[in-house]
């Protein structure tokens, strides 16, 4: 999506599997068309919904040309460049910069130790209990209350703790 604000200023997003930014976007899922696919990365990536209805180019990448790591290359791409309109803004400020924690996989090994560690459910509050962080453990709890106030999402109530199994789909908790 080719997003601009009312300055020409284009919208772009770092990723973390390539060292440029990119437009907000990614591949299309099985059966999903490109616009599709466009509408639903930017409810994905960005959380906000709109309607992807024009189209600006078509064009298509060899996978030999591409800056990024092998294993996240495809064999060529088709892309397809949508507008995005020109927002103001309030639209910008609606972006949202966190998205809901739907599934884990696999814990991974720490690198320095090699251990692998269990994972638990906790509110922001217990988190801060259990470990000794101090002040600036105290900041970050305030942050993550503006920002959950900011994104409407409302406070967790207190819960006994919940060791996660290894592959969880955390919609069933």
Do not use: K
């Not at 770092?14 to 068309?33: F, I, K, Q, W």
């Not at 251990?115 to 470990?131: C, D, M, S």
């Amino acid at each position: 999506m080719l997003i601009t604000d009312r300055r020409g200023r284009i919208l772009v997003q770092h990723v973390d599997y390539r060292t440029t930014c990119l437009l907000p976007g990614g591949a299309v899922d099985p059966n999903e068309s490109p616009a599709q696919g466009a509408a639903r990365e930017l409810r994905e990536e960005l959380g906000v919904t709109t309607t992807v209805d024009r189209g600006l180019a078509v064009d298509w990448v060899s996978a030999d040309s591409l800056n990024a790591p092998a294993n996240t290359r495809f064999p060529g791409e088709i892309l397809h460049v949508y507008d995005g309109g020109t927002w103001d803004n309030e639209q910008i400020a609606a972006i949202l910069y966190a998205a809901p924690l739907t599934r884990l996989g696999p814990p991974s090994a720490d690198p320095a130790t090699g251990r692998t560690h269990i994972r638990i459910l906790a509110t922001p509050e217990q988190a801060l209990e259990l470990f000794d962080w101090g002040l600036p453990a105290a900041d970050q709890l305030a942050a993550v209350h503006q920002a959950r106030t900011r994104l409407g999402i409302p406070r967790a109530a207190r819960q006994p703790l919940t060791e996660l199994p290894d592959a969880t789909d955390l919609t069933t908790l």
